[in-house]
């Protein structure tokens, strides 16, 4: 399956391409290395510091301190929590962003005990959607598909991607390759590796879809040795009249040279 213009843009046919995928096929079977995880903040009870944590505050103060390594030291507040939390850049947009009294969504990792911040973004609460878009993210939990980079072709470019995506090119259908009495799944939906609802889903997809292309190696590997076989028992019959059958049905004249390595390459095959 070659990349469809009304599925990609141009732009992300030319970056795919130069990534090394010729085709749609080739560009699912690209699986992301992990999920990452992000839960509301005000929804968890435990904190686990492998977990990125979505909040919703205002700014109550921010002090920017200098150093070879500057941040801002933020106070944020839920109205019903209060937190003092590390922003580990010095980025002139931060100093128009960070308004006190504010709303933002920040996106918080917890290392004890520390609140480091890995995102920032004015909350626009009145404009909230559905996709994971920081700023007008709803309070549930995410988990977002991790992709190893090439080229310019970055983890949030892949998602991108693969979120545009209808599920009609999700779904792969084995019917007539996967016997009917095996366990292995006659269909596959990728959307579950790709945009999984579930982490149990995710590695569920991802184990099946292995457990189908062992398979299938398998049955191509047998249909190679079958008919290696076969050509073994001609052995004794690939004389000079069979080859002359055999090129006089061809609809171009064989040079010399092309007699000569067929003739090696069927003498191998035949001992």
């Not at 929590?81 to 920040?106: D, I, P, W």
């Not at 009609?168 to 019917?175: I, K, R």
């Amino acid at each position: 399956m070659s990349f469809e213009p009304k599925l990609f843009s141009p732009k992300q046919i030319e970056d795919l391409q130069k990534a090394g995928f010729t085709g749609l096929y080739e560009l699912l079977n690209y699986f992301p290395i992990k999920l990452e995880q992000i839960e509301p903040l005000d929804k968890t009870e435990l904190i686990d510091s492998n977990k990125l944590y979505l909040w919703q505050a205002r700014l109550i103060s921010s002090e920017l301190r200098a150093g070879k390594k500057p941040y801002f030291l933020l106070n944020l507040t839920d109205g019903q929590s209060q937190k003092t939390v590390y922003l580990f850049s010095n980025a002139r947009y931060l100093h128009s962003l960070l308004q006190v009294g504010s709303e933002f969504q920040v996106i918080l990792k917890y290392k004890d005990p520390f609140w480091t911040v890995d995102k920032i973004a004015t909350s626009s609460p009145y404009k909230i959607t559905t996709d994971f878009i920081l700023g007008k993210a709803q309070m549930q939990k995410y988990l977002i598909p991790k992709y190893t980079r090439i080229l310019a072709l970055t983890s949030p470019r892949f998602n991108q991607i693969f979120r545009k995506l209808p599920a009609s090119a999700y779904l792969l259908d084995f019917t007539g390759l996967i016997p009917k009495n095996s366990n292995l799944p006659q269909k596959i939906d990728l959307t579950k590796i790709h945009k999984p609802n579930s982490e149990a889903e995710f590695w569920q997809t991802k184990k099946d879809f292995l457990k189908i292309k062992v398979f299938l190696q398998m049955v191509t590997l047998k249909a190679l040795q079958d008919k290696s076989e076969q050509l073994k028992a001609r052995k004794g019959k690939l004389d000079l009249e069979f080859l002359k059958t055999i090129s006089s049905n061809l609809p171009y004249q064989l040079t010399l040279s092309q007699k000569t390595v067929i003739w090696d390459i069927l003498g191998v095959i035949c001992g």
